[in-house]
């Protein structure tokens, strides 16, 4: 892979990291003492505040970027590859992670917020927030590709 075409998938890769940050239910900066939250709870939380949707929508918008970087692959490759992965999935590998970082009660106090008209309205937005920073990440990520080989060309060492 040429590193004009590498490049730009990093910044797509950071782009996801930190999309997951923007859009994953608030948490603390350091795991309270007694976390192991109730499984079911999270799993509440998690479709309350709709992560399983969100991370699903990053995956299709990955997707539809392997589909522009890979246009030789039929399309069906990618609409098969697309099916396999479910909001369930996602959540699934979630619960753990939520677990680890918040209590049983601090789950209940974040279920209040998600069910709050405020919180609702943060879910409906979502979809739309992402779309926006995707956007932006793609334009970040191309900055930043554009800086680095400028730098591997500075320094000689873009191959040529």
């Known amino acids: 892979m040429s590193r004009r075409k590498l490049l730009p998938s990093i910044g797509l890769g950071l782009l996801i990291v930190f999309t997951c940050a923007l859009f994953a239910p608030a948490r603390q900066a350091a795991a309270p003492a007694g976390g192991g939250a109730d499984a079911q709870k999270v799993r509440k939380l998690l479709e309350l505040s709709g992560s399983g949707d969100i991370g699903k929508q990053m995956m299709d918008q990955m997707f539809t970027s392997f589909r522009r970087a890979m246009p030789n692959v039929p399309v069906e490759f990618w609409e098969e590859a697309s099916r396999d992965v479910t909001a369930n999935d996602f959540v699934t590998m979630l ?55 400028q730098k591997l060309k500075d320094k000689g060492l873009d191959g040529k």
């Open 95 to 149: 619960v753990p992670v939520y677990q680890k970082h918040f209590s049983t009660a601090e789950v209940d106090q974040l279920i209040a917020f998600y069910q709050s008209p405020i919180g609702q309205k943060l879910v409906h937005e979502q979809p739309g927030i992402l779309q926006d920073s995707v956007a932006a990440g793609r334009v970040f990520g191309q900055q930043v590709a554009a800086k680095v080989q």
